[in-house]
Structure formats: structure tokens, C-alpha cells
């Protein structure tokens, strides 16, 4: 069964199960975001999964889109709390790595991230990367992290047909650590994220040649059915 994966900018993806229609967004950044094609009442799903607290992940947009669609966020358990609490969305299902939550359209697990998560000063619980099995495909959203050995036991056990890896440098890994994390998932495509949008961020994926991965650089706005 094919997905349809549309790449919303910066680290966010739009991922639909093209036969059930069940979707979920992920870190959607689109207001205040040059490069986002998206505005936040263009977003349909049923679930909003976040990584981690920042702001070019976890954002008003994310809390609309949620409200918009009475849609279910899942995420870490104190950023999940956060927007029943703050927010006014109490449609929640948080969770912490190692753990999964189980949806109607398969399934999201959390991974460890290397990195930090707060939200307007206030800390929003562990960032994490996300596993998604959807449609019959597994996808591995890394988050921002830098590169960590046990990418490769997250390879193994995840198994991901795709592997979404900031390469962006200075807040995630850069083009060097992205290829080497890259070649620890072994995913069948890899898909750099977390570059370009911000000045002092890597403008381009020169050298992002993983050996044995796909990489598939996707534009703002673009959409891809996988498999094709």
C-alpha cells in the first residue's frame, strides 16, 4: 500500500496512507518559515506528532492544525501536557522513547534524540525521534539530533523504507554526520531535512552521498507517492 509524502519545509511532513486516507502531520513550521509553501488551514490529518518544545517544530501552528482537525498529538508526555493544559487541546496521546502508541493507521514509536526541548522557556520533556508505520511503510523521522551509535540498532529494529536526517549543521548534525547516520539506518531513501531555511544553517546537501542510500531532496510543497 502507498503513502503520499508531502515535505511542509524545514523538518515537516504532511504523510497520508493514500488508501485509508488516515495522515499525520509532523513538526509543521509554516508561519514565519520563507520557504513554507503551507498555511496551517491548509493542513487536513488526524494526528499531529512532534519531536520536540522548539519553535520551528512545536509552534502555534501545530496547536491550530490540531484544532482545526480535532486531531490527536502525540509527543513527549511533559510537551503533550502542555497543550491540554495551556493549550486547549486535551486530544493527547504523549509517550517517552523506547515506548509506542498505537493508532488507527499503524503505529508511532519514540526514539532517543541528542539534543534539547523547551517551548517559551519552559522545558517540554526529552526530544525525540519518531518511528511511523504507516500504510506499509516504516518511516524514521530522526528530529533534530546529532549522530549517536545506536542509529544502527534503531536501523535494525525499525527497519525504515525512508529515514528523514537533518543535515543542516550547528543546532543537528551537519552533511558529514547526516551521511555517516544515514549509512548506521541503512534506510531504503534518505531524505535530508533541517537545512536551508535559516541563514546560518547548510544552504545545500553537497555531499550528502550516503553509500547503499538513496537520497531523495525534496522542495516545499512537493508531494511523493512511495513506493511509486
Aim: charged share 20%; hydrophobic share 35%.
Amino acid at each position: 500500500m502507498p503513502i503520499d509524502l508531502t515535505f511542509l519545509g524545514h523538518a515537516g511532513f504532511l504523510i497520508k496512507d493514500s488508501d485509508t486516507g488516515k495522515s499525520v502531520c509532523v513538526d509543521p513550521f509554516l508561519t514565519g518559515n520563507p520557504l513554507a509553501k503551507h498555511k496551517p488551514e491548509d493542513i487536513e490529518c488526524d494526528y499531529v506528532a512532534l519531536t520536540h518544545g522548539h519553535e520551528d517544530h512545536f509552534n502555534d501552528d501545530a496547536i491550530a492544525i490540531a484544532k482545526n482537525n480535532n486531531a490527536t498529538v502525540i509527543g513527549a508526555y511533559e510537551l503533550c501536557v502542555y497543550v491540554a493544559s495551556e493549550c486547549g487541546h486535551d486530544q493527547i496521546d504523549p509517550g517517552n522513547p523506547g515506548g509506542r502508541v498505537q493508532t488507527d493507521f499503524g503505529y508511532v514509536a519514540f526514539t532517543p534524540a541528542f539534543h534539547s526541548s523547551s517551548y517559551k522557556g519552559q522545558y517540554m520533556g526529552q526530544p525525540m525521534g519518531l518511528v511511523f508505520s504507516i500504510g506499509g511503510v516504516k518511516l524514521y523521522h530522526c528530529g533534530d539530533t546529532a549522530l549517536f551509535s545506536d542509529m544502527k540498532l534503531i536501523g535494525e529494529v525499525a527497519k525504515p523504507d525512508i529515514a528523514m536526517i537533518p543535515c543542516g549543521d550547528r543546532f543537528t548534525m551537519g552533511i558529514d554526520l547526516a551521511t555517516k547516520a544515514a549509512e548506521f539506518i541503512k534506510p531504503k531513501v534518505a531524505i535530508p531535512i533541517h537545512y536551508k531555511t535559516f541563514d546560518v544553517l547548510n544552504q545545500t546537501i553537497d555531499g550528502f552521498e550516503p553509500a547503499g542510500v538513496e537520497v531523495k531532496e525534496m522542495q516545499p510543497g512537493q508531494t511523493w507517492r512511495y513506493p511509486s
